[in-house]
């Protein structure tokens, strides 16, 4: 994997929520086929699953209400329509959740394969947020990404 132009970091926020602009990135991006081959086998599943879970709205629709227009917020108050409201309390501790993934949890000993697997030992990686991150050229670290 590499930089992957007009898809941003997992930690850029919409609505008070990490990685939902992402996930749209990835929806737009594969539709209009600028989504690099190593992508396509995530799109739906793992993060997108969890996200779409979480605002209780299948991926299928999801995708299907992304490529159909509107901006980022628009379509997050669409989905919150269809899959119910949010608490900014219930977005905090989501986004939370998510950017920890993989530090010290049962996902930690598949992120330590991942690390090596992409050449990225002695990052100080310790999410899978900052896995992608490094992964695609940005250091989160160095940025305090989780602070946005």
């Known amino acids: 994997m590499s930089n992957v132009p007009g898809l941003r970091s997992c ?3 919409t609505g008070g929520l990490v990685y939902f602009g992402r996930m749209l990135d990835k929806i737009r ?4 086929g600028k989504l690099p081959a190593d992508y396509h086998a995530n799109v739906g599943i ?3 699953a969890r996200t ?9 629709e999801l995708k299907a209400r992304t490529l159909a227009g509107g901006t980022d917020e ?9 899959g119910g409201p949010r608490t900014e309390d219930e977005r905090n501790v989501w986004s ?3 950017t920890k993934i993989g530090w010290r949890d049962d996902r930690a000993p598949v992120l330590k394969q991942r690390i090596a ?4 030992t002695g990052k100080p990686i310790e999410t899978f947020f900052d896995l992608n991150e490094y992964d695609e050229g940005r250091d989160p670290v160095g940025t305090q990404a989780w602070l946005k």
């Open 29 to 32: 991006l594969h539709a209009a």
């Open 11 to 13: 930690y850029d926020k």
């Open 52 to 60: 779409c879970g979480f605002l209780r709205v299948p991926h299928e």
């Open 96 to 98: 939370r959740f998510m």
């Open 46 to 48: 793992g993060f997108d």
């Open 117 to 120: 697997e992409y050449g990225l």
């Open 74 to 82: 628009e379509i997050l108050a669409w989905a919150l329509e269809r």
